[in-house]
């Protein structure tokens, strides 16, 4: 499998948040607004990457038998690691994240690309499938976080000043000026639907995609007939 | 069944012991895993613990100084401190920090850690300041699960509601009965579409200055009543 096709399968054809729907626990726990959805999914993408390329070098010597016990000791060994470094050397940010970190342990995407792809594949490709659907889940964590913040608060990207220090607090866009809130899309249904609605709007996207190339193929042949 | 498998299962009829074997080098294999991972883990909590103890450290200076003014106070908070009993006055159900302040040696405040069970979703978790002359220095929200959007004006990040109301207060200011929000008959603004939360605030507060008043004595007499640390 080249890196292309890697790449387009994690961010479009196999998204793991919009395909594989893997993972729904941080999905539609967290992504009340951009900046906790783009947070979590980035810290996704990074443990895959290092679980993915942890696993793929020592998959020969793991006995099918245990290989899940051994797979999940490793993610939770990763992310506690990657916690413990980042309390101590990132300690405001690790206060806004800290609450999400042990989340990826559960995250079952994680274990879904180490056992669907790293056990099968050499340490680079592994690496850049684990980092790229990661990086798939984050994106769509941003765009459904944007969503529900836009709908209920009507602002864009509030609380990136925790994340970056209160420099980037004018970053904080107000879409929406004295907008009075729509709860229930920050609420946990507002994540439900947001995420039908996403996954609806991409249904429709590759539908009208294999439409177009059905319309499309015979057309050159018609105009050869005639 | 195929070829494959067949050899296998005569295989492991022929040869009862490899079995044995495997299993034991399949324990193995894991045991060393948990070995590598366990070490791993040691070397990273050793390597950072201290860092992360001090870090923690400034984050809750921080967060005191946020209720209690730097100037009212010239001791290390953090190592004048003594636990309130386990027992409801405050709210708690476990055993909690209090800290103490004192300038020049005299007891100038103390710092409760309370909580308020009675949320609109569960416990709100509180920082109060009261200073020796029983006036609120300031409090402030450490952890709620209030509505975002509705309840949540409680916490400083959203509005300076717990500023404007409590700042000031004490029991003299404001009589016992006064001690709701104005929807019941009391002197404390509340916003419309969530009351339950102010109101829970409100009486924790209300409790910690009652608390205070009882306790008083016994709070800055070192080793008496309360536990010292």
Same mark, same amino acid.
């Given at each position: 499998?080249?890196?292309?096709?890697?790449?387009?399968?994690?961010? !479009?054809?196999?998204?793991?948040?919009?395909?594989?729907?893997?993972? @729904?626990?941080? /999905?539609?726990?967290?992504?009340?607004?951009?900046?906790?959805?783009?947070?979590?999914?980035?810290?996704?993408?990074?443990? @895959?990457?290092?679980?993915?390329?942890?696993?793929?070098?020592?998959?020969?010597?793991?006995? /099918? +038998?245990?290989?899940?016990?051994?797979?999940?000791?490793?993610?939770?060994?990763?992310?506690?690691?990657?916690?413990?470094?980042?309390?101590?050397?990132?300690?405001?940010?690790?206060?806004?994240?800290?609450?999400?970190?042990?989340?990826?342990?559960?995250?079952?995407?994680?274990?879904?690309?180490?056992?669907?792809?790293?056990?099968?594949?050499?340490?680079?490709?592994?690496?850049?499938?684990?980092? @790229?659907?990661?990086?798939? &889940?984050?994106?769509?964590?941003?765009?459904?976080?944007?969503?529900?913040?836009?709908?209920?608060?009507?602002?864009?990207?509030?609380?990136? =000043?925790?994340?970056?220090?209160?420099?980037?607090?004018?970053?904080?866009? /107000?879409?929406?000026?004295?907008?009075? *809130?729509?709860?229930?899309?920050?609420?946990?249904?507002?994540?439900?639907?947001? &995420?039908?609605?996403?996954?609806?709007?991409?249904?429709?996207?590759?539908?009208?995609?294999?439409?177009?190339?059905?319309? *499309?193929?015979?057309?050159?042949?018609?105009?050869?007939?005639? | 069944?195929?070829?494959? $498998?067949?050899? $296998?299962? #005569?295989?492991?009829?022929?040869?009862?012991?490899?079995? !044995?074997?495997?299993?034991?080098?399949?324990?193995?294999? @894991?045991?060393?895993?948990?070995?590598? *991972?366990?070490?791993?883990?040691?070397?990273?909590?050793?390597?950072?613990?201290?860092?992360?103890?001090?870090?923690?450290?400034?984050?809750?200076?921080?967060? &005191?100084? $946020?209720?209690?003014?730097?100037?009212?106070?010239?001791?290390?908070?953090?190592?004048?401190?003594?636990?309130?009993?386990?027992?409801?006055?405050?709210?708690?159900?476990?055993?909690?920090?209090?800290?103490?302040?004192?300038?020049?040696?005299?007891?100038?405040?103390?710092?409760?850690?309370?909580?308020?069970? =009675?949320?609109?979703?569960?416990?709100?978790?509180?920082?109060?300041?009261? %200073?020796?002359?029983?006036?609120?220095?300031?409090?402030?929200?450490?952890?709620?699960? +209030?509505?975002?959007?509705?309840?949540?004006?409680?916490?400083?990040?959203?509005?300076? !509601?717990?500023? #404007?109301?409590?700042?000031?207060?004490?029991?003299?200011?404001?009589? =016992? +009965?006064?001690?709701?929000?104005?929807?019941?008959?009391?002197?404390? =603004?509340?916003?419309?579409?969530?009351?339950?939360?102010?109101?829970?605030?409100?009486?924790?507060?209300?409790?910690?200055?009652?608390?205070?008043?009882?306790?008083? $004595?016994?709070?800055?007499?070192?080793?008496? *009543?309360? %536990?010292?640390?």
């Amino acid at each position: 499998m080249d890196s292309k096709e890697i790449i387009s399968n994690s961010l !479009w054809k196999q998204n793991s948040g919009l395909v594989q729907l893997l993972g @729904m626990c941080p /999905t539609l726990a967290v992504t009340s607004s951009v900046v906790n959805g783009l947070s979590l999914g980035l810290l996704t993408a990074i443990v @895959m990457a290092f679980s993915n390329a942890s696993v793929s070098p020592i998959r020969k010597l793991v006995p /099918t +038998e245990i290989r899940i016990p051994v797979f999940i000791l490793i993610i939770a060994a990763l992310v506690t690691i990657i916690d413990l470094g980042m309390h101590a050397y990132f300690h405001a940010l690790h206060a806004v994240l800290g609450i999400f970190i042990p989340l990826i342990v559960t995250n079952c995407i994680v274990l879904a690309r180490v056992e669907a792809f790293a056990a099968k594949n050499p340490i680079a490709p592994s690496a850049l499938d684990g980092f @790229m659907m990661g990086f798939g &889940l984050a994106l769509v964590l941003s765009v459904l976080g944007g969503m529900r913040e836009l709908i209920g608060k009507g602002t864009l990207l509030s609380g990136i =000043d925790l994340a970056l220090g209160p420099a980037a607090k004018h970053w904080v866009i /107000t879409v929406i000026p004295d907008y009075h *809130g729509f709860l229930l899309a920050i609420l946990p249904p507002g994540a439900f639907i947001g &995420l039908a609605l996403l996954i609806a709007g991409k249904n429709w996207l590759d539908n009208r995609q294999a439409s177009n190339d059905l319309q *499309g193929t015979p057309k050159p042949a018609l105009a050869a007939g005639h | 069944m195929s070829e494959d $498998q067949l050899n $296998q299962d #005569k295989a492991s009829e022929d040869k009862p012991v490899s079995i !044995w074997s495997h299993a034991f080098s399949t324990a193995g294999v @894991m045991i060393g895993f948990c070995i590598v *991972g366990t070490v791993l883990l040691a070397y990273t909590h050793l390597k950072t613990s201290d860092l992360i103890a001090s870090s923690e450290k400034q984050a809750k200076l921080a967060l &005191l100084s $946020q209720v209690l003014p730097p100037a009212l106070h010239d001791n290390n908070l953090l190592q004048d401190t003594f636990k309130v009993p386990a027992g409801g006055e405050l709210g708690n159900s476990d055993e909690t920090f209090a800290y103490r302040g004192r300038l020049g040696g005299k007891p100038s405040a103390v710092i409760f850690e309370a909580i308020a069970p =009675d949320g609109y979703s569960g416990d709100i978790k509180l920082l109060i300041a009261i %200073k020796a002359d029983g006036e609120i220095a300031g409090v402030r929200v450490l952890a709620h699960k +209030e509505t975002p959007g509705l309840g949540d004006y409680i916490d400083i990040a959203h509005s300076d !509601w717990i500023k #404007k109301n409590f700042d000031g207060q004490s029991l003299i200011k404001t009589k =016992d +009965e006064l001690w709701k929000v104005k929807k019941d008959g009391g002197s404390f =603004d509340y916003m419309a579409g969530a009351t339950i939360t102010p109101r829970a605030v409100v009486k924790v507060v209300h409790k910690a200055l009652q608390y205070y008043a009882q306790h008083q $004595q016994q709070i800055f007499a070192a080793g008496s *009543g309360l %536990k010292e640390k």
